[in-house]
């Protein structure tokens, strides 16, 4: 029998090991904090070229067998060009600054390490998290049948949500039919409709569902990005006169690039007319469930069959921290398998609460950990009160760029995203692009601030994406200023390098 040495031992996190995990987790979370302490930018501009080396250079295989070493080697290959999202000018991607309390959660959970599958893995875990997905539903207004699991992310979520339209619309297609159509039949038939401005993700998830190559149908948005309802009736029935049968509609409540928020309460109406499943992808919305001034904005959303919330983008809890709730609880079974080792039938019969059998993950961390403590320690309102300070940034700086003759903005967000872009005078579209790009790569060498990048119709722009509570208006113009500068400079220059003819 092998035998184990003292010092390997010790790293194990036992009862006998709790003054060393005091210690290293100190050591740790003091480096996190200096460094935090030390930003002034929310990057470096590192490039991967200049990274490389380093990371490839380390032999795994010889270990340091030293804390504070390792944590140095850990502060030359991530900590010190580390994006950091709590700045505020890091006005990028949908990447939230985040609360003490889930960081506290992320700690706890990280060292019990429960699983969210079995009982006999997480018990009062399993409770807890229902509980949040209880109270979740709850504030979407899904009713007393409803249920839900926690997610790696909205990917996920929009995924196992189109799972269960199409086993669903499956379902009913083979209920009605004479003749039990074979099943690859059916689902080269089956539809998802959703809009121009919709997430990529219900793109993928069909292709993960084995759905027809031309099965996701994008219907058009109106001048504020939002769906077209007139549109979709028409899609819908265009759809049932060429033999398609429509299994979901995916209405979005707060769109990546714009932020805009489809017409719920119509899109609803249109869905329950046809018989067909409405789910409302509310990733980057969901913020709003708590927001004491504009939880208006997702009215209709209690009519979906099922919804996508993102924690980690508009709650302000670390990666990852999702879940996806259904109106019909039953409709997750779709999501069920049943293993002697883990979940048998016979544990659902005595009535053994699990998590596993309405989730498409088995071993699964306790996210839902951290909204707890974010919950007991906050307060939903508090929550609340962060979002609305971001998407009140959002309205003065759409309104800031509107008003600067160096720039062009589009539809105005209901949320916290502006897309934008630099405009030189007189300058050609593949100029405007051009520049565009360089001032956004220019910015980011820099590390003084960074912001996204998007297409609207073809053409490249700029978008602010506005999470941190703590960005000002003053940050935001001084982002807007180095952008223009490194833009207008870019065209400068290209015009003088143009030959003359």
């Not at 010190?80 to 939230?96: Q, S």
């Not at 919709?198 to 990005?225: M, N, Y």
Request: aromatic share 6%; with cysteine; net charge negative.
């Amino acid at each position: 029998m092998s035998t184990i040495d003292a010092a390997t031992r010790a790293h194990l996190f036992n009862a006998g090991s709790v003054e060393r995990y005091r210690d290293v987790l100190a050591r740790g979370v003091d480096r996190v904090a200096r460094r935090v302490g030390e930003v002034d930018r929310p990057g470096t501009g590192v490039t991967p070229d200049a990274l490389a080396p380093l990371v490839g250079g380390i032999d795994l295989d010889r270990p340091l067998n030293d804390t504070d070493a390792a944590l140095d080697e850990l502060h030359d290959v991530w900590l010190r060009d580390a994006v950091w999202f709590h700045h505020p000018r890091y006005l990028a991607h949908l990447n939230c600054p985040v609360v003490i309390p889930a960081l506290l959660g992320e700690a706890v959970l990280s060292a019990v390490n429960a699983s969210l599958d079995t009982w006999d893995q997480s018990a009062g875990a399993t409770l807890m998290e229902r509980r949040l997905i209880e109270w979740t539903a709850g504030r979407i207004g899904l009713g007393a049948t409803a249920d839900g699991v926690f997610t790696s992310g909205g990917t996920q979520s929009n995924l196992q949500a189109m799972l269960l339209a199409r086993e669903e619309t499956y379902r009913r297609v083979i209920g009605g039919a004479t003749v039990r159509p074979a099943r690859p039949e059916v689902l080269s038939r089956l539809r998802i409709i959703t809009s121009a401005a919709g997430h990529f993700s219900v793109q993928k998830a069909a292709k993960l569902l084995g759905l027809a190559a031309d099965a996701v149908l994008t219907v058009p948005t109106d001048a504020g990005r939002r769906m077209r309802t007139d549109e979709l009736a028409r899609t819908i029935d265009r759809c049932r006169r060429d033999g398609q049968v429509v299994m979901a509609v995916v209405a979005t409540a707060g769109t990546t690039d714009f932020g805009t928020i489809d017409p719920l309460p119509e899109i609803a109406d249109i869905c329950t007319a046809a018989g067909v499943w409405l789910h409302v992808d509310a990733a980057y919305g969901c913020g709003l469930l708590v927001s004491p001034t504009r939880r208006r904005l997702l009215d209709g959303i209690e009519r979906a069959a099922s919804v996508t919330v993102d924690y980690h983008k508009s709650f302000f809890q670390p990666v990852s921290s999702s879940a996806l709730l259904v109106r019909d609880g039953r409709t997750l079974r779709h999501a069920t398998w049943h293993a002697d080792y883990l979940n048998p039938a016979r544990a659902a019969e005595q009535g053994i609460p699990n998590q596993v059998d309405k989730s498409i993950q088995t071993t699964r961390r306790f996210d839902a950990c951290k909204l707890w403590l974010t919950l007991r320690i906050m307060g939903p309102d508090a929550i609340g009160a962060l979002f609305d300070q971001v998407v009140d940034l959002a309205a003065d700086a759409w309104h800031h760029l509107d008003a600067d003759p160096r720039f062009e903005v589009a539809a105005p967000s209901q949320l916290s995203t502006v897309v934008f872009r630099y405009v030189p005078p007189g300058a050609a579209p593949n100029l405007v692009d051009e520049a565009n790009l360089h001032a956004r790569e220019a910015l980011a060498a820099s590390g003084a601030g960074l912001v996204a990048g998007t297409k609207v119709d073809g053409a490249h722009w700029l978008k602010l994406t506005l999470l941190n509570p703590e960005t000002t208006v003053d940050d935001v113009t001084g982002v807007l200023d180095l952008l223009a500068d490194h833009a207008a400079w870019y065209a400068r220059t290209a015009a003088t390098l143009s030959p003359v003819g």
